[in-house]
Nanobody, 122 residues
């Protein structure tokens, strides 16, 4: 079982920045990818940004140029970050950290954090 613990959410004004962090208990050698999703009230959960074990990144069109995903490896575990700049009210959502881990051949599993609220006021 892998635990993902997010932190860093909060209330900011439009144009300001926030940095989300997510500490994973999973071993780095088993990690396939890490990412951030978000879910606004009344909307489906959507991908915000992902980063692979090799460092390749992928972003939703709506956050390109404003958000940056990165990860840090310490003692064979990972922390993934989401730097969010130039925040907009439409970025308001619960942000979830996710990690995909492989434990055996054809045995990949997705794990999710509990979510952290980001609220951007106009």
């Amino acid at each position: 079982q892998v635990q993902l613990v997010e932190s860093g959410g909060g209330l900011v004004q439009a144009g300001e920045s926030l940095r989300l962090s997510c500490a994973s208990s999973g071993r780095s050698f088993a990690m396939k990818s890490l990412g951030w999703y978000r879910q606004a009230p009344g909307k489906q959960r959507e991908m915000v940004a992902t980063i692979s074990s090799g460092g390749s990144t992928n972003y939703a069109d709506s956050v390109v140029g404003r958000f940056t995903i990165s990860r840090d490896n310490t003692k064979n575990t990972d922390t993934v970050y989401l730097q969010m700049n130039s925040l907009k009210p439409e970025d308001t959502a619960v942000y979830y950290c996710t990690g995909r881990y492989q434990f055996a051949i054809e045995a990949e599993y997705d794990f999710w954090g509990q979510g952290t609220q980001v609220t951007v006021s106009a």
